[in-house]
């Protein structure tokens, strides 16, 4: 009776581990055929393109944002154009790197990996997990940042960074001389009182 159980839970756990093996090869399979990169495709270029878009210029784009099964999940076209400020992270990563180096009037088509979408949690109900994207873009306008405001953009940051601890180290420096002048007054008080007695 122990060697049939023993048999039974052997053949129990061989198939299951043959289960997992099999399940985890149709996961593989899936995954396949999912990019691992982002993707960008010219479709239209103009003639002329005398800019093309970096970090802090503002574009504005209609779009139709697909999964890879063809679903529309949204579109721009019934609506104004998006505006989008490059760099601030208003779309999602995928679909503002593919709008690096691009020009007024050009269109392209960006498959982009689910990492660089939604990842795993997805957009529910309408975006699944894991779920790699197709985004074709049509570029309607395009404005670059003046030197101005490139200036503002890049280095005050830095400054209000640089400006946070010197203001803590002179607030902790003003608190550290209030608390020894407070000391020194309490020693001297004593010291009075001591020789009054």
């Known amino acids: 009776m122990a ?4 048999k039974f839970t052997m ?3 061989v ?12 996961a593989q399979v899936e995954d396949d055929d999912a990019p691992e990169e982002l993707q960008v495709e010219t479709l239209v270029k103009p003639e002329t393109c005398s800019m093309l878009s970096r970090i802090g210029d503002t574009l504005q784009i209609h779009y139709t944002g697909k999964l890879m099964d063809g679903k529309v999940i949204d579109t721009s076209l019934s609506r104004d154009p998006l505006v989008v400020e490059l760099g601030k992270r208003t779309v999602i990563a995928g679909l503002e790197q593919s709008l690096v180096g691009v020009c007024e009037g050009q269109k392209i088509k960006a498959t982009i990996p689910s990492h660089l979408a939604y990842g795993k949690k997805g957009y529910p109900p309408t975006i699944p997990g894991n779920a790699a994207l197709e985004f074709e873009v049509e570029v309607i306008s395009l404005s670059q940042q003046t030197q101005w405001q490139r200036m503002v953009n890049d280095v005050l940051p830095l400054v209000c960074l640089a400006l ?10 003003y608190l550290y001389k ?3 002048a407070q000391k020194a007054s ?4 004593k010291d009075k009182k001591s020789k009054k007695k």
């Open 3 to 6: 060697s049939l159980s023993q």
């Open 11 to 13: 053949r129990t756990g």
């Open 15 to 26: 198939f299951l581990l043959l289960l997992a093996v099999f399940t985890c090869g149709l």
């Open 164 to 173: 946070v601890p010197t203001l803590l180290g002179l607030v902790g420096l």
């Open 178 to 180: 209030k608390a020894s």
């Open 186 to 189: 309490k020693k001297k008080a």
